[in-house]
């Protein structure tokens, strides 16, 4: 069984765990040491079963404990040579990766890391560079992605492979518009290297899901310019007006959750089982 959870998710600090009876993946190492070292505690996670870290960019609320991770967890850190040079020059990475501990992915090559076959591709931002990950476990594909400025066609066709997707949906427009930030950071936000709005999240399900997506988690929520219950319902509303349903009911087409920006979700039990309109 492959599981899921989710230990912060949003410019307070991001980082998710992909786990199997034999191994677990982290995803991003931006919340702090002590508090990670909590929540592996609250969640009976053995130290022996962290094996590796994969790292979408090198934003601080995506890096800031990759070094302290890596140094107390004996953890290679994989990701792209342009994210491993971002990492090293950020100073809110106090503890550096050590160098035998880095590890360089080239988008679009798959590598393999114990049970999981891990395929990166772009996404458009602006760090250093960006990449989403194609997570496969047996027959389950797990897509996640954050950090968004535009849709492009590869991140349409990894959409559209996933059975699992994390995906984000950073801001309502409105809220954005009216809200305190300098119209510099509103600019930078809605630009084509920023982030993703509930409507375009909501669009991007809409045209590219197919019948296969069982589950989405909704990630990165401004807590300026989003609110969770906001955000669900802003997603749903744009999915039902093209015939998608999502939700918890029989009559759903997938599952929709939103993850919180300071707290843990629950662990999420990923299923290889069908769909039942398969």
Not at 14 to 21: G, P, Q, V
Not at 196 to 213: F, I, Q, R, V, Y
Not at 224 to 249: C, F, M, T
Request: with cysteine.
């Amino acid at each position: 069984m492959l599981h899921y959870i989710s230990f912060g998710s949003g410019s307070s600090g991001n980082c998710s765990y992909l786990f199997t009876e034999n191994s677990g993946l982290l995803i991003d190492a931006g919340l702090g040491i002590r508090t990670l070292k909590k929540y592996f505690k609250n969640y009976k996670i053995q130290a022996s079963n962290i094996k590796n870290l994969i790292v979408t960019h090198d934003h601080a609320d995506h890096v800031k404990s990759v070094g302290s991770l890596s140094k107390d967890y004996n953890l290679p850190v994989y990701s792209t040579h342009k994210v491993h040079i971002g990492i090293e020059n950020n100073w809110c990475v106090r503890t550096k990766i050590m160098p035998e501990r880095v590890k360089i992915i080239e988008k679009n090559t798959p590598f393999q890391l114990d049970d999981f076959t891990i395929t990166p591709f772009d996404v458009p931002h602006d760090s250093s560079d960006n990449v989403g990950y194609c997570i496969q476990y047996q027959d389950i594909t797990f897509v996640f992605m954050t950090d968004i400025g535009h849709l492009t066609d590869e991140i349409r066709f990894y959409i559209s492979k996933a059975d699992y997707l994390v995906i984000e949906a950073d801001y309502e427009s409105e809220m954005l518009e009216r809200g305190p930030y300098p119209e510099h950071l509103k600019t930078r936000i809605r630009g084509p290297y920023g982030h993703m709005s509930n409507l375009d999240c909501a669009l991007a399900l809409a045209e590219n899901a197919t019948p296969k997506l069982k589950h989405v988690w909704l990630c990165h929520l401004s807590n300026e310019n989003n609110h969770p219950d906001l955000a669900e319902k802003s997603v749903k509303q744009v999915l039902r007006s093209h015939g998608i349903v999502a939700g918890d009911g029989p009559e759903a087409d997938f599952k929709l959750n939103v993850l919180r920006r300071k707290s843990p979700s629950e662990i999420f039990d990923l299923s290889p089982l069908p769909n039942p309109q398969e």
